[in-house]
């Protein structure tokens, strides 16, 4: 029984750190570059985003998730965000200021 325990064990430490080093690769380092608040959209300047298949840094306009996102930055901000692409658009689903 003890050898069960320790490959399951072993397991649920490998899935963990898999997708903690998922969850780490998918955040995004850039500057805010505009702030739209009436559209719900944010200009950002931002290095690849190895997690939206963007391999060249770039400034895009992207939507928001929640717009309440939008009031805790201003522009010159360096914030690290995430995003997904959906239907309309690339959407930030998360965001903060950078430290």
């Known amino acids: 029984m003890k050898p069960i325990i320790r490959i399951a064990a072993a397991l649920a430490l490998t899935l963990g750190l898999t997708v903690s080093a998922l969850a780490q690769g998918a955040s995004i ?3 805010v570059k505009k702030i739209d608040e ?8 931002h290095g690849p985003a190895k997690s939206l298949g963007m391999d060249e840094p770039m400034t895009m306009v992207y939507r928001v998730k929640d717009p309440a996102m ?3 930055v201003k522009v010159g901000d360096k914030v ?3 995003a997904e692409e959906a239907p309309s658009g690339y959407t930030v689903t998360k965001m903060q ?3």
């Open 38 to 45: 009436g559209a719900g959209k944010i200009t950002l300047k």
């Open 97 to 99: 200021k950078a430290k």
């Open 80 to 82: 690290t965000f995430e």
């Open 29 to 31: 380092s850039g500057e």
């Open 70 to 72: 939008l009031k805790q």
